[in-house]
C-alpha cells in the first residue's frame, strides 16, 4: 500500500510521461509536485516505487517511466476523469446532431467522430436490441446475373448485399420466395428468424433446381441482420504509436481488428458492478492476450438506450496515452450517443 506522498509523486510521473513521452526525473516531479518536498526526498520515494515494480528505468536516462503495474494501481485508484474544453462537447453535438436515416448510420458517424477527436482507433457497436423486427424484404434485378437483396428492419435500418445468380433462375422463381419470406417473416423478431423457419419456407418453395440457392442468399442477409454491426475508424492512427516500430507488427494488428475475433473478444464487458470507479473500462497491452496489443490500452463502455439495448464503444491508442481527458470523453460520449439514438428511436414512433 502506497502512502499519500508516493501515490502524488506516481501520479505525477505518469501524467507528465503522458504529455511528454519522455523518462521523468526528480527535479520534474518537484516542480510540478502540489505539495513541497526535497529533491532527495522525491528520489527516494522513487526508490520504493521502483521496488514494488510501478516504475522503471530507462537504458537512455537516469528518469523513471511507468510501468504496467503502475498504470493499473493509477487507473484502479488514482486517475480522474477530467473535464475538456466546451468546443469539444460542441462539436460532438454538432456532429451527433445530423440528420440521419439509420441506425447504423449514427454508430459508423460515432466511430468516425471518436477517431477524429483522439487521433486514435475508435470502434462503434449498435444496440444489442432484441425486438428489431422485420418490416419488408426485396429481391431487386441489378443485371442478368445479379440481385440485390434488401432487407428492412423496424429499427429503420437498411441491409442490402448484391449476389450472384445461377444462370436459369427465374424471375417467377425470385418472387414466390420474396412472397414467402414477407408472409413468412415479416413482423417477427430478427432474433427469433432460425435455420428451421428457412427449413420450413424451403417445402413450400417445393423441389425446384434453384429454390436451395435462393434460399441460402435470403438467409445469409438475415444472418447478417442478426449479427452486431460493429464499426472501425481510424486505423491509420495505429501509425502513431512511439514505441510501435515493428512494420510487420503493425500490419498483423491492421488484420486482427479487421476480424471478428477482435472485437468479439475485447469487448465482452463486465456489469456496470464490475467496472470499478467508473463507466470506462481499460485494459492495458499486458491484460490482453494477443502479444500485438503489448504497447496499447483499450478503453472501453456501455451506453443504454432503455428498451431499445446496449451498445458499446472504444478507443485503442498507445499505452502511455492521456487517461484523464480519454476517460472523460469516452464518459460524455456514451451519454451524448444515446441520447441521439433515443431521439432517432422516438421519432419512428
Request: aromatic share 8%; hydrophobic share 40%; no cysteine.
Amino acid at each position: 500500500m502506497l502512502t499519500k506522498r508516493q501515490e502524488l509523486i506516481l501520479k505525477t510521473i505518469i501524467q507528465d510521461f503522458t504529455q511528454s513521452h519522455e523518462p521523468v526525473g526528480s527535479k520534474t516531479v518537484m516542480q510540478q509536485l502540489p505539495i513541497k518536498v526535497s529533491s532527495a526526498t522525491i528520489r527516494n520515494e522513487m526508490a520504493v516505487l521502483e521496488d514494488q515494480g510501478l516504475i522503471e528505468k530507462t537504458h537512455s536516462s537516469s528518469g523513471r517511466v511507468p510501468s504496467a503495474r503502475g498504470y493499473r494501481y493509477y487507473l484502479d485508484k488514482l486517475v480522474e476523469p477530467i473535464q475538456l474544453p466546451q468546443k469539444i462537447y460542441q462539436q460532438i453535438g454538432d456532429k451527433l446532431n445530423q440528420p440521419f436515416h439509420q441506425v447504423n448510420a449514427i454508430i459508423q458517424e460515432a466511430a468516425k467522430i471518436l477517431s477524429d477527436l483522439t487521433n486514435y482507433t475508435a470502434f462503434a457497436v449498435g444496440p444489442e436490441a432484441v425486438d428489431v423486427r422485420v418490416t419488408g424484404f426485396r429481391i431487386v434485378p441489378v443485371s442478368s446475373r445479379q440481385v440485390m437483396a434488401i432487407l428492412v428492419t423496424s429499427d429503420g435500418n437498411v441491409r442490402n448485399q448484391v449476389y450472384g445468380l445461377a444462370r436459369g433462375v427465374s424471375g417467377e422463381e425470385i418472387e414466390k420466395a420474396v412472397r414467402l419470406i414477407n408472409d413468412q417473416l415479416v413482423g417477427l423478431p430478427v432474433s427469433q428468424i432460425t435455420p428451421e423457419l428457412f427449413a420450413a419456407i424451403s417445402q413450400h418453395l417445393g423441389n425446384t433446381s434453384h429454390a436451395g440457392l435462393l434460399l441460402d442468399l435470403v438467409e445469409d442477409v438475415f444472418k447478417d441482420a442478426a449479427s452486431e454491426q460493429m464499426y472501425v475508424d481510424g486505423q491509420i492512427n495505429l501509425l502513431n504509436n512511439p514505441v510501435e516500430t515493428d512494420v510487420s507488427d503493425i500490419k498483423s494488428l491492421y488484420e486482427l481488428i479487421d476480424s471478428d475475433r477482435a472485437w468479439s473478444d475485447w469487448f465482452d464487458l463486465p456489469g456496470q458492478s464490475e467496472m470499478g470507479r467508473f463507466p470506462v473500462q481499460v485494459r492495458l497491452g499486458p491484460e490482453m492476450e494477443d502479444d500485438l496489443l503489448k504497447n496499447y490500452s483499450l478503453l472501453t463502455a456501455n451506453y443504454s438506450v432503455g428498451e431499445h439495448g446496449q451498445g458499446r464503444i472504444a478507443l485503442l491508442g498507445p499505452t502511455n496515452m492521456p487517461y484523464s481527458q480519454m476517460i472523460g470523453l469516452l464518459e460524455f460520449f456514451r451519454q451524448a450517443l444515446a441520447e441521439k439514438l433515443l431521439d432517432y428511436y422516438n421519432g419512428l414512433q
